[in-house]
């Protein structure tokens, strides 16, 4: 079955740029998915196919996904982009898969 | 305006069952699959089960399969999980989340959740 590695956790200062990686066997051939969740709250979408923003999303929030890893980049960091982040593709032999998240401090 | 309203979670002994529902409203229900997420204590997200748009392609996560049962009422724009043979590891925040194609066994992404509904499994 299909894996996809995140890490737990990713610190960076606000003003900053914060980047969370999402790793998988020729993930680049994927389409990657990425969800916001706040403590409390329903995941939101935040990135869908690799790099698109749903409306409402800052523009400070982008995407890519090329060989094994697919990247969320923050960039501008605010301490309300603290947040739990999650990666989700779909593969034949998994169906719908999530990454196990990574845990976005703002120092 | 789009709204996922899961309701059916609660307590219940292993071994038992339970029925889950989620109520949609603001979209064209029909013309989209749907799907359960849960999310143990203090854990990531997992997949539970999707549905296409009429029911003719269903896919489980390993963990449930032949335990859990999702179905739709279009009539009735709902999506609900029968869940039996409940365990202790089933115990979790259970999302109804829309998906944004007709099919659920696609590339495609989750673009609207419910809140969620707690389902614990004890004794």
């Known amino acids: 079955s299909y894996v996809l590695t995140q890490p737990p956790s990713v610190s960076v200062a606000p003003g900053k740029t914060a980047r969370i990686t999402c790793g998988g066997n020729?993930?680049?051939?994927?389409?990657v998915h990425w969800y916001q969740q706040k403590p409390g709250q329903a995941p939101v979408l935040v990135i869908y196919?690799?790099?698109d923003r749903p409306s409402g999303i800052p523009e400070r929030f982008s995407g890519s996904n090329s060989g094994n890893t697919a990247t969320l980049t923050i960039s501008r960091v605010e301490a309300g982009d603290e947040a739990d982040y999650y990666c989700?593709?779909?593969?034949?032999?998994?169906?719908?898969?999530f990454g196990g998240g990574t845990k976005l401090t703002v120092l | 305006e789009v709204q996922l309203v899961e309701s059916g979670g609660g307590l219940v002994q292993p071994g038992r069952s339970l029925r889950l529902s989620c109520a949609a409203s603001?979209?064209?229900?029909?013309?989209?699959?749907m799907h359960w997420v849960r999310q143990a204590p203090g854990k990531g997200l997992e997949w539970v089960s999707g549905?296409?748009?009429?029911?003719?392609?269903?896919g489980y996560a390993d963990s449930v399969k032949g335990r859990f049962t999702i179905s739709r009422d279009n009539a009735k724009n709902s999506l609900y999980l029968q869940m039996n043979s409940l365990r202790a590891e089933d115990t979790a925040l259970y999302y109804c989340?829309?998906?944004?194609?007709?099919?659920?066994?696609?590339?495609?992404?989750?673009?609207?959740w419910g809140q969620g509904t707690l389902v614990t499994v004890s004794s």
């Open positions: 020729n993930i680049g051939s994927k389409s």
């Open positions: 196919y690799d790099s």
């Open positions: 989700q593709v779909w593969d034949s032999s998994s169906d719908q898969l």
């Open positions: 603001g979209f064209t229900f029909d013309d989209y699959a």
């Open positions: 549905i296409s748009w009429n029911s003719g392609s269903i």
């Open positions: 989340a829309k998906d944004t194609a007709h099919g659920g066994n696609s590339e495609s992404c989750f673009d609207y």
